[in-house]
T-cell receptor
Framework: GESVGLHLPTLSVQEGDNSIINCAYS??????FIWYKQESGKGPQFIID?????DKRQGQRVTVLLNKTVKHLSLQIAATQPGDSAVYFC?????????FGTGTSLTVIP | NAGVTQTPKFQVLKTGQSMTLQCAQD?????MSWYRQDPGMGLRLIHY???????DQGEVPNGYNVSRSTTEDFPLRLLSAAPSQTSVYFC?????????????FGQGTRLTVV
């Protein structure tokens, strides 16, 4: 199967600080990427996406950066809040299928 | 708006039993898919459908069947449950199968096979 991995399985940040969650992918044919947030006991929730012809995309308090040279994706969350505590997944789309990473658990310390 | 609705939320099966996990969406999405989520392995695609009458296999299809008779419904059938199928199952839908649109997930079905 495809390999989508995360550098750090857990991340703890102080409330108000910025968070950076990283993701590595292995298939250069990937043309579309999504970041999801999953809170305990709930389904994944779409955060932001980016196409392979872009390097950066910004949303509300979130930014996704794509570095195709090193096959690396990152999610930046500005001014992290307690409600941001969750597991974050990156997913890549290859030939109509999405492949998910194992997730990074983000804990926000008040 | 209901979005993506999965039933049941919890289920316990005995080995060898069969059952159907239901998934319905009210957003008129063409693309629907089923994933399983196991600890430390992220979400893995079981089956997907790009429209009514069309289904295809994902990464881990063995032991599961699907059908798509309507745009709204995409049931997942376990033919003969095995303990290895203990997992949390998620159904998802989106407008497009090629990305560029938001994908919506249901709340999940936690299945235990004993």
């Amino acid at each position: 199967g495809e390999s989508v991995g995360l550098h750090l399985p857990t991340l703890s940040v102080q409330e108000g600080d910025n968070s950076i969650i990283n993701c590595a992918y292995s298939n250069s044919a990937s043309d579309y990427f999504i970041w999801y947030k999953q809170e305990s006991g709930k389904g994944p929730q779409f955060i932001i996406d980016i196409r392979s012809n872009m390097d950066k995309r910004q949303g509300q308090r979130v930014t996704v950066l794509l570095n195709k040279t090193v096959k690396h994706l990152s999610l930046q969350i500005a001014a992290t809040q307690p409600g941001d505590s969750a597991v974050y997944f990156c997913a890549e789309n290859i030939r109509d299928q999405f492949y998910f990473g194992t997730g990074t658990s983000l804990t926000v310390i008040p | 708006n209901a979005g993506v609705t999965q039933t049941p939320k919890f289920q316990v099966l005995k080995t060898g039993q069969s059952m159907t996990l239901q998934c319905a969406q009210d957003m008129n999405h063409e693309y629907m898919s089923w994933y399983r989520q196991d600890p430390g392995m992220g979400l893995r695609l079981i089956h997907y459908s790009v429209g009514a009458g069309i289904t295809d296999q994902g990464e881990v299809p063995n032991g599961y069947n699907v059908s798509r008779s309507t745009t709204e419904d995409f049931p997942l059938r376990l033919l003969s449950a095995a303990p290895s199928q203990t997992s949390v199952y998620f159904c998802a839908s989106s407008f497009s199968d090629s990305g560029g649109t938001e994908a919506f997930f249901g709340q999940g079905t936690r299945l235990t096979v004993v």
